[in-house]
């Protein structure tokens, strides 16, 4: 009972934090699976989305600038990759993951002009941001609701994929991205929902991680994003359940570190960040396309 | 055709960055090497704003019987070591007679080798790290130093709280971080006292498993040198997790954005600072209606007009380098350098006088407390380790 | 004949690149306005030589690997580590008792011990990562760089890395002089042209356009992808170490995945499979980051009129659109994938006073 209250905190921070990269790594995972693209913009979404949180909130109530934020995060989503990737469709994937890149530079940039190089207060949303204790371990109401909303959305957004038309059209194109053009499925419109079912998770995800963690910086999307990446790679890029997985493994064993650091006599607790990629590469060592990724087979 | 627009472009770009930087005869240039932006930003911008305050009061000096205009040349060095050198030579190359700054000692020990190539001497603001002007001849600084700080710190927490054990929680990088870490812990041990240290890496937002590890190891206080940007998390992340034990850290905590932070939670923080608000009333006075009449400074500040400890430093840094003009009578780097050893200057937040390493002889910190009620510091003691 | 003759005016503009680099130098002083362009000169160099080695892999062998940052980290810790002086390390290392190691080798060692160890690493790294493909393995290696850094970091490692504080106070003459960057930059990149240009190279480029086809044909894969990923690791190490050399001081968390993005950028302007495209870009790029664009940071007034939206940062979002128009509009970067050489341009300039000769029209 003391090993459990003394560790339960890292678990549940584990968990939580699991469910903020699921949400972002889905994101990831869509796209990569229909336009083996690596969005390596979908974690500055992630901060743009906090962002505009932090603006909208200054002047309008909280019940209007959530809703706001989600609607304007899909927004900038669809048009990143209206004007950024869709004129690159028939150019090498080099480029468009440049300009993935490029976008990347350009929000954290603008992020940066706007802010003045300042972290923003990310504001306390009722309810979600109260105090609640757990076992005797006090925390936010948002680290125990994350993984269950995380889930919630999850189930929902599997349903959608296997039971819609949109959901057919998109799996169809991320089997065969060319066949599934000639069958006459409108590609461009598939991969707009791709980018906005994704952005609306990252909304989700953003709302969830500040007010857990209220700081926000221009550069505070690198890390998870990355980290995000990493998860949906873990668990088999293209995977929807394999990202969410992936991404609950590797939130729970950066605080397994931070657990085992204290009965250790050398400080590893530098090792936080590093130990996810140290999983990917294990995980890749045996199985060369992550836990539920698919068997690539070589075309001549 | 393209490359043409695009060799076009470059060309205009050049000719205009070549004007840009075109000043009258009868000017001299200080150069302020301050982080606006990254991690360091927030402290940066308020230090640079105490010397702009100190420019817009006194905006020419006398130099050998004439009369210059100051041309307050201000370059970002983006809190990053690796852009730091571009900006060190930015400032060497727009001819500054003398540099002030950086808010943070990893920029300044980054920079330095640049200013010393240069032949500019550099006068350190609030960088605490005894490397800043360890081994060389061109740095100086006005404030103390992190081996005094940690000291100091050690002695309030096991004199006022008596605390057996403390855990230490510095950003991986970070000079200024891991060294006045290092000076607590050395000093703590030495009374005594038990520690355990960890560090985070960079971008790191997620603070709840230290918090958790401190509670773990049952400390008595948590010492936390980090920037005002991980600061503000960690407070946040401390009060949620229902920390009840206090918090310490040194002067980059003594900032608005800790106050912030800190109103209406339950948490204690304890900061070393190297001046205290109403030291100087008509300085805080004039401070605080600079910050008012204009937006921008108000934003700098970070939204209300709390007077920071490093903008008075940065206040009398902009005077000290005056005086130091004066002295030397010539606007000559060289001329400056060797002026400034023999220089005195008394300013809002002391004597300033420097020793044979070009540190201030500075022997006192002033120790402030977060008011989580009002969102004011409140005055705790004076404290020097001779005690 | 022809090729002597190529050899003879290269040697010639070579001489005369570096005697225009040393009046520079002679004529500006650090104090002068011009001071920024030998800054942009130096650090262009060492990022040249660094994207070269990345389009070796990404553009000449089709190997998508991101872990250049981590391999240029390895390179400026070996050559910081090993050349400060003895009666420096006791302050560098000031929380380590002076650190384990105790002598200084010449700064040239130095910088060849980097590449070595850079080397070294990506040879052990390659065993298991260079099975991967394509995406797999641009995210291993850029692990394995996140990975290097925290290791770097660690305290418990410190009495060799001084954990996570800076390493200085080593010899800088990349930093003293701009003709040391550009002769070691430059020699490197040739070997490099030179590699590209034998069987070796010829294999790479088979691998990059199809690598069933290019095993085939009786080219070892495993061997093949194992030399390009070590020799592109040991030229990124030696940039490091001029890097750390620029400097003035090391810190690994500034090698991260930013810088290796950085890098990707400036070969995908240059051109990927482009040598010259590369080294072009590279200068341009830090040109306009590091020097031209400052003036936007400024705030400007012109008469009563005050310039809008300049202000401290407009520099950057300024660089990151000039960015993305490239990366839109300029698919093929400057180069796309052909060379600037001297022989292209004497064939030009001979064949326009051929056809000037006959007469032709235009």
Redesign the interface.
């Known amino acids: 009972m003391e090993w459990l209250s003394?560790n339960l905190?890292?678990l549940l921070?584990g968990i939580s934090?699991g469910g903020q990269y699921a949400l972002i790594a889905i994101g990831y995972t869509m796209v990569y699976g229909i336009l083996r693209l690596i969005n390596f913009a979908h974690g500055d979404i992630f901060m743009v989305a906090g962002l505009m949180m932090v603006y909208l909130s200054a002047s309008l109530p909280i019940y209007v600038s959530i809703p706001l934020v989600i609607v304007l995060t899909v927004l900038i989503g669809f048009t990143v990759e209206r004007v950024a990737y869709k004129p690159l469709r028939s150019a090498p994937r080099m480029s468009v993951m440049i300009s993935a890149i490029g976008v990347s530079y350009l929000l954290q940039n603008l992020a940066?002009y706007i802010t003045?190089?300042?972290?923003q207060?990310y504001p306390a949303i009722p309810w979600i941001s109260d105090?609640i204790t757990v076992f005797g371990?006090?925390?936010?109401r948002v680290?125990v609701i994350t993984p269950f909303l995380t889930i919630i959305l999850v189930v929902l957004l599997v349903a959608l994929i296997k039971n819609t038309k949109i959901g057919m059209a998109m799996r169809a194109a991320s089997k065969d991205f060319e066949t599934s053009q000639l069958m006459g499925i409108k590609i461009n419109s598939v991969i707009s929902m791709t980018f906005i079912i994704g952005s609306f998770l990252a909304a989700i995800g953003s709302l969830l991680?500040f007010s857990?963690?209220?700081?926000v910086?221009?550069?505070?999307g690198?890390?998870p994003g990355l980290k995000a990446f990493v998860a949906a790679v873990f668990g088999g890029i293209g995977s929807i359940p394999g990202a969410v997985i992936g991404a609950f493994i590797i939130g729970i064993c950066e605080?397994l570190v931070?657990?085992a650091?204290?009965y250790v006599s050398i400080?590893i607790?530098?090792f936080?960040?590093a130990f996810a990629f140290l999983l990917l590469i294990i995980i890749l060592f045996f199985k060369p396309t992550g836990l539920f990724g698919e068997k690539q087979t070589d075309k001549v | 055709m393209?490359?043409k627009v695009i060799s076009a472009l470059?060309t205009a770009?050049?000719a205009?960055?070549?004007t840009?930087?075109i000043v009258a005869a009868d000017t001299v240039t200080i150069g302020v090497y301050e982080?606006?932006?990254?991690d360091n930003?927030?402290g940066g911008?308020q230090e640079t704003l105490g010397m702009q305050y100190a420019y817009s009061q006194q905006p020419t000096v006398e130099i050998g019987g004439v009369e210059y205009d100051v041309n307050l040349d201000i370059v970002?060095n983006e809190s990053?070591?690796?852009k730091a050198?571009?900006a060190a030579?930015?400032l060497?190359?727009?001819?500054s007679s003398i540099i002030l700054g950086s808010y943070g000692s990893?920029v300044s020990?980054?920079g330095?080798?640049?200013f010393a190539?240069?032949?500019v001497p550099a006068v350190g603001v609030t960088c605490t790290n005894?490397?800043v002007t360890?081994?060389n001849t061109h740095y100086f600084r006005i404030c103390f130093l992190d081996p005094f700080q940690g000291t100091v710190l050690a002695n309030f927490a096991s004199q006022n709280f008596e605390a057996k054990k403390a855990y230490i929680l510095t950003k991986?990088?970070?000079?200024y971080s891991?060294?006045l870490g290092?000076y607590f812990d050395q000093a703590f041990q030495a009374l005594g006292g038990e520690t355990k240290?960890?560090?985070?890496?960079?971008?790191?937002?997620?603070?709840?498993?230290?918090i958790?590890?401190a509670?773990?190891?049952e400390a008595d206080v948590i010492m936390a040198p980090t920037s005002?940007?991980a600061a503000?998390?960690i407070i946040?992340?401390a009060a949620?997790?229902?920390v009840e034990v206090p918090l310490l850290a040194g002067d980059t905590w003594d900032s608005n954005?800790i106050l912030?932070?800190a109103k209406d939670k339950n948490v204690q923080i304890f900061v070393t600072t190297f001046y205290q608000e109403g030291g100087n009333a008509e300085f805080d006075q004039g401070m605080k209606d600079f910050i008012n009449s204009d937006d921008?400074n108000l934003?700098?500040n970070?939204g209300d007009d709390t007077v920071a400890a490093v903008t008075a430093m940065g206040y009398d840094a902009y005077y000290v380098a005056l005086a130091a003009l004066q002295a030397a009578g010539s606007t000559d780097p060289a001329a400056v350098n060797e002026a400034l050893w023999t220089l005195t200057y008394d300013g809002v937040c002391g004597h300033v006088e420097f020793d044979e390493n070009g540190d201030a002889k500075r022997d006192t910190a002033f120790v402030k407390s977060a008011n989580t009620e009002t969102g004011a510091w409140d005055f705790v003691t004076e404290q020097t380790i001779s005690e | 004949m022809k090729k002597k003759k190529e050899l003879v005016i290269s040697l010639v503009l070579i001489a005369v690149l570096i005697g225009i680099l040393r009046l520079m130098e002679i004529n500006i002083s650090?104090?002068?306005?011009?001071?920024?362009l030998m800054?942009v000169l130096k650090?262009g160099s060492i990022y040249a030589l660094v994207a070269v080695s990345m389009n070796l892999l990404n553009g000449f062998t089709g190997l998508f690997s991101l872990g250049q940052a981590g391999f240029m980290m390895i390179g400026a810790y070996t050559y910081a580590i090993f050349t400060i002086p003895a009666d420096?390390r006791e302050?560098v290392y000031?929380?380590y008792n002076g650190g384990i190691v105790k002598f200084a080798i010449p700064a040239i060692c130095g910088v060849l011990l980097a590449g070595v160890f850079a080397a070294f690493f990506a040879f052990l790294i390659g065993i298991p990562v260079l099975r991967l493909k394509s995406d797999y393995l641009a995210i291993a290696t850029l692990g394995f760089a996140e990975i290097m850094r925290?290791l770097f970091?660690w305290?418990t490692l410190g009495p060799l890395t001084n954990?996570?504080?800076?390493l200085?106070?080593y010899p800088?003459p990349a930093?003293?002089s701009v003709i040391y960057p550009f002769v070691v930059s430059g020699v490197c990149i040739a070997v490099i042209v030179l590699m590209i240009n034998s069987t070796y190279g010829r294999a790479f480029k088979a691998i990059r356009d199809d690598e069933i086809a290019a095993e085939a044909m009786g080219i070892n894969l495993a061997h093949h992808k194992r030399i390009a990923f070590t020799v592109s690791s040991f030229f990124a190490g030696i940039s490091g170490a001029l890097l750390a050399m620029?400097?003035?001081?090391v810190?690994?968390?500034?090698f991260?995945s930013a810088?290796t993005y950085e890098i990707l950028l400036i070969v995908v302007i240059g051109g990927i499979g482009s040598v010259t495209g590369s080294v072009i870009s590279s200068f341009?790029f830090i040109a306009?980051s590091?020097?031209?664009?400052?003036?936007l940071?400024?705030q400007?007034v012109i008469g009563e009129f005050t310039v809008p939206l300049m202000?401290?940062?407009f520099r950057k979002v300024v660089f990151s659109i000039i960015i993305m128009v490239i990366v839109l509009f300029?698919r093929q970067g400057?180069m796309g994938t052909r060379e600037f050489s001297i022989s292209g341009i004497l064939n030009k300039i001979s064949g326009r006073s051929r056809k000037a000769q006959k007469g032709e029209p235009k």
């Open positions: 003394r905190p890292y921070a934090v940066l003045g190089g300042l972290a207060q105090q371990a006090s925390t936010k680290t991680f857990n963690y209220t700081g910086t221009p550069t505070i690198t890390m605080n931070m657990m650091n204290q400080d607790s530098n936080k960040d | 393209k490359k470059m770009a050049l205009v960055s070549m840009a930087s982080p606006a932006s990254g930003g927030a911008k970002d990053n070591n690796d050198v571009s030579s930015k060497v190359s727009d001819g990893g020990i980054a330095s080798q640049t190539d240069g032949g005894p490397q360890l081994g991986q990088g970070d000079d891991a060294g290092h240290a960890e560090t985070f890496p960079e971008g790191n937002s997620d603070f709840t498993s230290y958790t590890a509670k773990n190891f005002t940007e503000a998390l946040e992340q949620a997790q229902g954005v912030n932070a921008t934003a700098n970070g | 650090p104090q002068s306005k011009w001071a920024m800054t650090k420096q302050m000031m929380y925290a970091q305290d954990g996570s504080n800076m200085r106070s800088t930093s003293a620029f400097q003035t001081n810190q690994a968390k500034s991260n810088m341009l306009c590091e020097w031209l664009l400052r003036f940071d400024e400007h202000r401290s940062g300029f400057i």
